[in-house]
């Protein structure tokens, strides 16, 4: 399995203002995924950033809110941009691993984003 | 659509005993099923996951998992439970008819609780 690695781990940030995650993987992936999971709540699945490509947005999300860069097949990193309360939440990244479509996901430690 | 449900808040039980997390999936395609756990300020770890082949899947620390199509459930299981399995449980699908762009929906998550 993939080694992935997160930047920072968390980060408490005044409203306005934005924040650059960064995800570290150990090993070249095709997919990459990025996932908010607020306080209590399950994982939703913001974008996914595969390498070569735009990055792919959920219904719900837009690039101008979650800026999103894939610049190699080891790297990527999430924008969350002009900050609110309701940003407050863990960020996770997390890369597909196998081949075809039985490939399982794994995920990054995460980022815990608390915005006042 | 594809759904994910785990109709327990949260599963108790003593240390040695059996323990069953239960999941019951929607997808219009072939589902692909997995489960991770995610202890306390960590990210999401997998377990197990069932594509296609023998209903009962082995996984990770002892779990197993067994599909059963006409119930259309994915239930983790383990014959007997250590306190150090104390987490959180999420089930999730993705639809395999969707190949590389099919998405993973994650369930709601169950909160594990093993007593000494």
């Known amino acids: 399995s993939a080694v992935i690695s997160q930047k920072p781990s968390r980060d408490i940030c005044q409203r306005g203002t934005s924040l650059t995650i960064q995800c570290q993987v150990d090993?070249?992936?095709?997919?990459m995924f990025w996932y908010r999971q607020q306080p209590g709540q399950s994982l939703t699945l913001i974008a996914t950033a595969n390498q070569g490509s735009e990055a792919t947005y959920e219904s719900g999300f837009v690039i101008d809110k979650f800026p999103i860069s894939r610049p190699n097949l080891t790297f990527s990193t999430l924008t969350v941009s002009n900050m609110s309360p309701e940003d407050s939440s863990i960020y996770l990244c997390s890369v597909a691993s196998g081949t075809g479509g039985t490939y399982e996901q794994y995920f990054g430690p995460g980022t815990r984003l608390t915005v006042t | 659509a594809q759904s994910v449900a785990q109709p327990e808040d949260q599963v108790n039980v003593a240390e040695g005993n059996p323990l069953t997390v239960k999941c019951t999936y929607s997808v219009s395609g072939n589902p692909y099923l997995f489960w991770y756990v995610q202890y306390p300020n960590r990210g999401l770890q997998f377990l197990l996951k069932y594509i296609t082949g023998d209903n009962l899947v082995k996984g990770s620390y002892g779990f197993e998992a067994e599909f059963n199509k006409s119930q259309t459930s994915f239930h983790l299981k383990k014959p007997s439970a250590l306190v150090s399995d104390s987490a959180l449980y999420f089930c999730a699908v993705r639809d395999g008819a969707l190949s590389n762009t099919g998405k993973l929906i994650f369930g709601q998550g169950t909160t594990l609780q093993v007593k000494p």
């Open positions: 090993s070249q992936v095709t997919m």
